[in-house]
């Protein structure tokens, strides 16, 4: 029976609603020996019935990866290559889970990469193609599987694939050679790679690759090789001039090479003396939303360390009028969370009056507060860290906005949500212990009943915690 009531959970557990006491019911752990099975219509219905509980739930897919998914998975790719219905399963699988760094740890200790290479190899199908990709595109991240990836012999892959593609109009073909494009700029900062990828890939990977086999530098080397040979330069010639015909694939290449090259410091240093920042600005007036997303990320890995590039965009009021306008694009989240990232990093990165000054008359501090509601922990420390700055810089300047954005309750409910992660926690009461200092704000503070939350955070389980509730407690008190 157990084949039979595998297929049942595995339509069950399609519909949301029934997912919750599919959990409840331990379903997932009892399930998860089944992937040991031998019956192929065994391990098909265990692994949908298991993909479809745990779809879009980490902390189920942390606990999977915990207790041993990975290297079934592994297995089943390996032993039944052939059966398509059980490596659509797999695939799907390693997808919702290749983006957990625990995932990525455990599959560098398997053969996954050997096995993608090869399905990849075989797919037939641009479905079969796009999730491998995607896939594969997750595990480049990770230095281990990036150098296991060209030992299989990615690269001979990827090219074969562009060679077949070449010239085609097609979408869903654009698709592919768009995803080939993106893996390539991943694995390219990593190991050796083979020279096979510079005769059959874009002009813009080709100029990227040929530079970096030739210059077999440490990565940061290639970087700024790369920079100092003109490299940046070309590939924003190269952008202005797709951006204008519509080539997106060509787009988003040139893109993610720009961030690749924009994370070395070494290469941060020369590209702004070179003046990128001024011409990343230029081509922020286009009207491509997909362009405008990487451009603003491009723009806050410049910024990162770099006192000097965040004056410059922290001064540019045009510039800061758009990221405010950004902020407001509720129907482009992509473009909403980089222009909130980049004005946080602004304040981080610079620390001037001036710069304080002027994102407060370009409206833009409302704007980090609400970023301190975001879903996303990492948004919310950048917010609270640079508000912390800004009020440490001047806070007088910066009261009213405070006021009206309602930062302190925004604060408080912050430390009283139960889901608020330690990290928040912390940083938050580094920014009241800051507000404190203006009158008008200590107040709002005190009526809020701030003090009353604090004092159960004193016995909160995670000490750093503990320790700020209390020096945030006598600092209320007037004790320091």
């Known amino acids: 029976c157990a084949i039979k009531a ?4 595995s339509e069950i557990a399609k519909n949301e609603e029934m997912k919750k006491p599919c959990i409840e019911a331990d379903l997932v752990l009892t399930l998860i020996p089944l992937l040991e099975s031998t019956d192929q219509e065994m391990l098909f219905h265990a692994g949908r019935a298991i993909g479809h509980i745990c779809y879009d739930n980490r902390n189920l897919q942390e606990e999977l990866v915990k207790v041993g998914i990975i290297p079934s998975l592994v297995r089943i790719l390996t032993d039944y290559a052939e059966s398509e219905p059980l490596v659509h399963v797999a695939l799907l699988a390693l997808y919702n889970l290749a983006d957990l760094d625990t995932a990525k740890e455990a599959l560098s200790r398997t053969k996954v990469a050997e096995q993608l290479v090869k399905q ?4 037939e199908n641009h479905e079969r193609l796009e999730i491998v990709f995607e896939v594969l595109q997750a595990l480049a991240e990770n230095d281990a599987l990036k150098v296991q990836l060209v030992e299989a012999g990615v690269q001979e892959v990827l090219s074969e694939i562009l060679l077949r593609l070449q010239g085609s109009s097609r979408a869903e073909d654009t698709c592919i050679v768009k995803a080939a494009s993106d893996l390539i700029v991943s694995l390219l900062l990593g190991d050796t790679l083979s020279p096979q990828f510079a005769l059959l890939i874009s002009i813009i990977v080709f100029l990227i690759l040929l ?3 030739v210059f077999p530098l440490s990565s940061d080397g290639n970087c700024l090789r790369m920079v100092q040979l003109g490299v940046v330069h070309q590939l924003l010639d190269l952008l202005e001039k797709h951006v204008q015909s519509g080539d997106t694939s060509v787009q988003h290449a040139a893109l993610s090479a720009l961030q690749n090259l924009a994370i070395p410091v070494v290469s941060k240093v020369q590209m702004l003396e070179e003046g990128v920042t001024e011409r990343i600005e230029t081509l922020l007036r286009s009207e491509s939303p997909p362009v405008h997303v990487k451009l603003l990320g491009t723009l806050r890995m410049l910024a990162d360390g770099q006192a ?5 965009l922290g001064q540019d009021p045009m510039l800061l009028h758009r990221l405010v306008q950004w902020c407001n ?5 992509g473009i909403q969370g980089e222009a909130h990232r980049l004005l946080a990093s602004i304040l981080h990165h610079n620390r001037s009056q001036e710069v304080v000054k002027a994102i407060q008359e ?4 409302k704007h980090l507060v609400s970023m301190t509601k975001s879903e996303h922990a990492a948004m919310q420390n950048e917010a609270l860290n640079a508000l912390a700055i800004a009020s440490a810089i001047d806070l007088e300047i910066l009261e009213e906005s405070f006021k009206e954005s309602q930062l302190v309750q925004s604060l408080h409910k912050l430390l009283q949500n139960d889901n608020t992660s330690p990290e928040v926690k912390y940083n938050s009461m580094g920014l009241l212990c800051s507000l404190i200092n203006s009158g008008n704000l200590r107040q709002e503070i005190e009526e809020d009943k701030i003090k009353e939350t604090l004092e159960q955070l004193c016995c909160h389980s995670n000490a750093n915690v503990v320790k700020e509730a209390v020096t945030t407690l006598r600092i209320l008190r007037g004790e320091t």
């Open 362 to 365: 370009a409206q833009g501090v």
């Open 329 to 333: 694009a509720n129907d482009h989240a």
């Open 120 to 123: 990849l190899r075989r797919a």
């Open 211 to 213: 530079i970096y086999l």
């Open 308 to 312: 000097d590039a965040a004056e410059i």
């Open 6 to 9: 595998a297929h049942v959970l």
